[in-house]
């Protein structure tokens, strides 16, 4: 399983990006995924998830601004994000987990992308 994100760059106050997140391997149209962030000298954190149904949530820090989809055709999920603010600068990575089970141990494989940059200037 490989993730490979795209889509991120530098944009002013208020504007507007949209990240890409392919994902290899026959995986896709049945695990939830998510998107998480860092901002330097920061913890990573949760900013958005999608489950294979299609439900979602958001970070308060992130709601009503950005919109997380997938196209499960294309193996693709998404992040919109508009009204981008200075403090969403951080590096975006997509993520998802497989749970495996062997015999009584349950095992979680967490799949990350490589991240993408945004940097919002004031």
Same mark, same amino acid.
């Given at each position: 399983?490989?993730?490979?994100? +795209?889509g =991120?760059?530098?944009?002013?106050a208020?504007g507007s990006?949209r990240?890409s997140c392919?994902?290899s391997? &026959? !995986? @896709? +149209?049945? &695990?939830?995924?998510d998107?998480?962030?860092?901002a330097? *000298?920061?913890?990573?954190?949760?900013?958005?998830?999608i489950t294979?149904g299609g439900s979602?949530?958001?970070?308060d +820090?992130?709601? *009503?601004? @950005?919109? !997380?989809?997938?196209?499960?055709?294309?193996?693709?999920?998404?992040?919109?994000?508009n009204?981008l603010?200075?403090?969403?600068t951080?590096?975006?990575?997509c993520?998802t987990? !497989?749970v495996?089970?062997?015999?009584?141990?349950r095992?979680?494989n &967490?799949?990350w992308?490589? =991240?993408t940059?945004?940097?919002?200037? +004031?």
């Open positions: 399983v490989q993730l490979q994100a +795209s =991120g760059g530098l944009v002013q208020g990006l990240l392919v994902v391997g &026959n !995986i @896709f +149209s049945g &695990n939830a995924m998107w998480y962030r860092q330097p *000298g920061k913890e990573r954190e949760l900013v958005a998830t294979a979602t949530n958001y970070a +820090s992130v709601k *009503g601004r @950005f919109a !997380i989809s997938r196209d499960n055709a294309k193996n693709t999920v998404y992040l919109q994000m009204s603010k200075p403090e969403d951080a590096v975006y990575y993520h987990k !497989i495996t089970h062997k015999g009584w141990t095992y979680d &967490n799949y992308g490589q =991240g940059l945004v940097t919002v200037s +004031s």
